[in-house]
């Protein structure tokens, strides 16, 4: 509970004068209400993982399922975590039937029938935060993410793209995004760049609407986000 004492005004024969009333008033269960973040991202830590040929974090989906043949794997279960027991690791391979470097992995389910899915939310956030540390040969390289919100029947209502300059130790991120209006899911995607070998590890994410901070990517330029 609060207690909270306080002063009040009181009007006589049109002078207004302020008297010391002691009066209390005692508040309980306050909370806010509007645009406060209540849906969260499924498995945002990446604590826990599904094992069948190969480790995928639970409810997300990596392109493992195809490399599995080549014998290879993108998605990795680190200890290397910037929080708790485990970080993703995404490691950009060599795909030979696709003849294409790739190290992707996306949220919900992905498969050869349609987009991926995402995953269920309501909301409009300022930004998708988290921590992570990308290692390359390539001093031109970066890693990406990228976040679409959407409404069934209604398409994209939102979603912004971000870029990731490599750092050797676990450096925080801001996404920006924007949002016209209320969608239903979300689909958050993160790519480890062009180069083999190169490693993203990812951890701690989460949605928040507390203002942008100033500064926090070394390629703040590079945020864009196409409809």
């Known amino acids: 509970s609060l207690l909270l004492r306080s002063k009040s005004l009181q009007w006589s024969n049109n002078v207004e004068s302020i008297i010391d009333t002691a009066s209390y008033l005692y508040l309980d269960n306050i909370s806010f209400t509007g645009t406060a973040i209540t849906d969260t991202i499924p498995n945002a830590d990446f604590e826990n993982w599904t094992n069948l040929e190969y480790d995928d974090p639970t409810d997300w989906?990596?392109?493992?399922?195809?490399?599995?043949?080549e014998g290879k794997s993108s998605s990795?279960?680190?200890t290397d975590a910037y929080d708790g027991n485990y970080a993703l690791m995404l490691e950009t391979v060599y795909m030979s039937s696709w003849e294409d470097t790739i190290g992707t992995i996306f949220s919900g389910d992905i498969s050869m029938m349609g987009p991926p899915t995402g995953f269920a939310y309501t909301g409009t956030p300022q930004k998708l935060t988290g921590y992570y540390k990308f290692i390359s040969s390539s001093p031109n390289d970066s890693a990406s993410m990228f976040c679409q919100l959407t409404k069934a029947n209604m398409g994209t209502t939102g979603g912004g793209e971000h870029y990731l300059a490599a750092t050797n130790t676990y450096t925080y991120f801001e996404c920006p995004l924007f949002s016209f209006s209320v969608g239903d899911s979300a689909l958050i995607v993160f790519e480890a760049g062009m180069t083999i070998g190169n490693q993203l590890?990812?951890?701690s994410?989460?949605?928040?609407?507390?203002p942008i901070m100033v500064g926090t990517s070394a390629q703040n330029e590079k945020e864009h986000f196409d409809l």
């Open 61 to 69: 989906s990596s392109i493992d399922q195809y490399l599995a043949a």
């Open 76 to 78: 990795i279960k680190s």
């Open 201 to 203: 590890y990812i951890d």
């Open 205 to 210: 994410l989460d949605f928040s609407n507390d």
